[in-house]
């Protein structure tokens, strides 16, 4: 029953991160007053490396051995990489094609997102004093936080609410987060974007999960309907395209395919063609194998997924399923770095 539960909070986590990802539209903003507070004190995460994902080491150590590297030399080594957190949240992981995998020490509990650029939005639990803590039983509250992998800083924090979590960012470098008052319950809960010219919006119209495609003319959405959960996809005027059973949607760069893993049981994952309104699965896991989370490839041509403490790519003709990382834990929230 246990396993279950939690099971059903990971799902709930993937989802409300699926909520903020590509949303493109204004009309249905709201402005209101901005609350974004700079980080005057904060220690900044070191960074983790080791070359075998069964043995990932707990001391941090610098990703290079130069003293005296200009920033610009060692800036960008996260790009390509597949980036990923594990079950307590506790860390944010950066896998590369050679197996490499690169850790930051950094907590982020209410899920994370990382920019072509480096910079990371995360969730940061604080306690009734105001300062991070780790334990969630002591957290009152938490925020936004927004850091620099290249200034090796803390630009700046928000929380317009008194939970603020599952930050996201889009193609366009708006940042979209989800954030209520409520202690125990998300119903009241609402979706904030933070522009880039710092203006803090509203976003006051919201269906289920919506996730639009990198090219803006799609948008897939879930929608609970007898305790199975369906993907609508609507064009930009509202009509219905196509409606299919799963969670999790995952568009392909050039929004023609939505991958999404199966429901009810998460067993496999499914890629739609968004022309011809044709699926097909590309996965099928079986009952002993769980998909946890995925994400496209930015050339398009693979998805990769996770499940039973591994990851997977599998390009999306259902060929060449190749084992990328065997791990000691679940990976959840898989994203690609931008190039």
């Not at 960008?76 to 860390?91: E, L, P, S, T, V």
């Not at 097909?280 to 002993?288: A, E, H, L, R």
């Amino acid at each position: 029953m246990g396993g279950i539960v939690r099971n059903l909070v990971v799902i709930l986590i993937i989802l409300l991160g699926v909520i903020l990802y590509q949303i493109s539209t204004q009309k249905s903003f709201q402005n209101i007053s901005q609350n974004v507070t700079p980080s005057q004190n904060f220690t900044a995460p070191r960074n983790v490396t080791q070359k075998h994902p069964q043995n990932i080491k707990s001391e941090a150590e610098n990703v290079t051995k130069e003293k005296n590297v200009a920033a610009q030399n060692i800036s960008r080594w996260w790009a390509g990489a597949i980036a990923f957190q594990n079950w307590d949240a506790k860390d944010i992981y950066f896998l590369f094609p050679n197996g490499t995998i690169i850790k930051l020490p950094l907590p982020a509990f209410g899920g994370f997102s990382v920019t072509h650029n480096g910079t990371i939005a995360y969730t940061e639990l604080i306690d009734s004093e105001g300062k991070p803590t780790q334990d969630f039983s002591k957290a009152v509250g938490s925020k936004i936080v927004v850091f620099s992998l290249i200034e090796n800083k803390v630009l700046f924090t928000v929380s317009p609410g008194r939970w603020n979590c599952c930050p996201w960012w889009t193609p366009w470098q708006d940042l979209v987060f989800v954030s209520t008052n409520a202690t125990y319950s998300w119903q009241n809960k609402s979706l904030y974007i933070l522009k880039k010219d710092g203006s803090l919006v509203k976003w006051t119209k919201t269906p289920t999960h919506p996730n639009w495609s990198p090219d803006g003319k799609y948008l897939a959405f879930e929608e609970p309907r007898e305790k199975i959960v369906y993907i609508n996809i609507v064009d930009s005027s509202g009509t219905t395209l196509f409606v299919t059973v799963g969670v999790v949607p995952a568009w392909s760069p050039d929004g023609k395919f939505l991958a999404c893993i199966t429901a009810p049981f998460q067993i496999g994952i499914k890629l739609i063609d968004i022309e011809n309104k044709e699926e097909k699965m590309i996965f099928t896991g079986g009952v002993d194998m769980s998909v946890r989370s995925l994400a496209f490839s930015p050339d398009g041509k693979y998805v990769v997924f996770s499940g039973n403490n591994k990851i997977f790519r599998i390009n999306i003709d259902g060929s060449n399923l190749k084992e990328l990382a065997h791990l000691p834990f679940d990976a959840f929230l898989l994203q690609f770095v931008p190039p």
